[in-house]
């Protein structure tokens, strides 16, 4: 049974390596689709300055127009000062070329102040467009980064796999479906016992279960939590008899 708790503690970290992995894979496309909403915003908030200021060249060349307009008023105004023929028509002729003239010097001061605030959009549309250009870019740089990432996260991932599949192979059909539906449940199914113990709900285990652990005979479950034990001691112990299978050194000869 210390065979079977060794490699279920082996699944375990396994199936924690790829938990961790799929996580990040999982959130890597995200990452990336925020980076590009961010660049889809801007773009769209650039092309509504663009529409603005279209919007304003427009209005400025109607404003222009108008000026055109009422200048040739106030040139017929002058005209028909010159042709009138009492009092009374040149009072209204000269009416009316003070209010046209009032009309023109009101549309310059518009028109001028047009002028200023299309300058203005102009020059942060240019610097709206360079910022556009640099997110673009650093997007990009982003992308190939995220990407080259998620190949190298499929392939570790998929290697994992084959090293817990073949793990899992070893392990007796009956407790690889305890394992899973533990693991289902809790999450980590398989924990340690430190100082009587259970470090996966922090209860006590009762003393005669603590003997049953030391000798590692029989698969033992936490009362409490319902997840798999073993004693702190079995990788230890068995770090320990690895040690001791592994060849020693050559020794030094005269």
Same mark, same amino acid.
């Given at each position: =049974?210390?065979?079977?708790?060794?490699?279920?503690?082996?699944?375990?970290?396994?199936?924690?390596?790829?938990? +961790?992995?799929?996580?990040?894979?999982?959130?890597?496309?995200?990452?990336?689709?925020?980076?590009? &909403?961010? $660049? @889809?915003?801007?773009?769209?908030?650039?092309?509504?300055?663009? &529409?603005?200021?279209?919007?304003? +060249?427009?209005?400025?060349?109607?404003?222009?127009?108008?000026?055109?307009?009422?200048?040739?008023? $106030?040139?017929?105004?002058?005209?028909?000062?010159?042709?009138?023929?009492?009092?009374?028509?040149? =009072?209204?002729?000269?009416?009316?070329?003070?209010?046209?003239?009032?009309?023109?010097?009101? &549309?310059?001061?518009?028109?001028?102040?047009?002028?200023?605030?299309?300058?203005?959009?102009?020059?942060?549309?240019?610097?709206?467009?360079?910022?556009?250009?640099?997110?673009?870019?650093?997007?990009?740089?982003? +992308?190939?980064?995220?990407?080259?990432?998620?190949?190298?996260?499929?392939?570790?991932?998929?290697? +994992?796999? $084959?090293?817990?599949? $073949?793990?899992?192979?070893?392990?007796?059909?009956?407790? =690889?479906?305890?394992?899973?539906?533990?693991?289902?449940?809790?999450?980590?199914?398989?924990?340690?016992?430190?100082?009587?113990? !259970?470090?996966? !709900?922090?209860?006590?285990?009762?003393?005669?279960? *603590?003997?049953?652990?030391?000798?590692?005979?029989?698969?033992?479950?936490?009362?409490? !939590?319902?997840?798999?034990?073993?004693?702190?001691?079995?990788?230890?112990?068995?770090?320990?008899? *690895?040690?001791?299978?592994?060849?020693? @050194?050559?020794?030094?000869?005269?």
């Amino acid at each position: =049974m210390k065979a079977t708790l060794l490699l279920l503690e082996e699944l375990q970290r396994h199936d924690a390596r790829l938990l +961790e992995l799929d996580t990040e894979l999982a959130a890597l496309p995200e990452k990336l689709a925020v980076l590009k &909403r961010d $660049v @889809g915003r801007m773009e769209e908030l650039l092309g509504a300055e663009r &529409r603005g200021l279209v919007e304003a +060249e427009t209005y400025r060349r109607s404003r222009e127009l108008d000026l055109k307009s009422d200048e040739a008023n $106030v040139a017929k105004a002058k005209t028909k000062l010159q042709q009138v023929k009492n009092a009374r028509e040149y =009072m209204a002729a000269q009416r009316e070329t003070e209010v046209t003239r009032r009309l023109i010097s009101e &549309r310059e001061e518009e028109i001028i102040k047009l002028i200023d605030a299309i300058e203005a959009s102009r020059k942060s549309l240019a610097t709206h467009t360079d910022d556009l250009a640099a997110l673009h870019a650093h997007v990009a740089g982003d +992308e190939k980064e995220i990407l080259a990432r998620l190949d190298e996260l499929r392939a570790i991932a998929d290697g +994992e796999r $084959v090293h817990r599949n $073949v793990v899992a192979a070893r392990v007796p059909d009956n407790v =690889m479906k305890r394992y899973g539906a533990i693991k289902l449940r809790r999450g980590l199914a398989v924990v340690a016992v430190k100082g009587g113990t !259970c470090q996966g !709900c922090h209860m006590a285990i009762p003393p005669q279960l *603590r003997i049953s652990l030391q000798r590692s005979t029989s698969l033992e479950t936490c009362p409490t !939590c319902n997840r798999i034990i073993y004693s702190d001691s079995l990788l230890t112990e068995s770090a320990l008899e *690895r040690g001791e299978r592994e060849p020693s @050194g050559p020794t030094a000869t005269e």
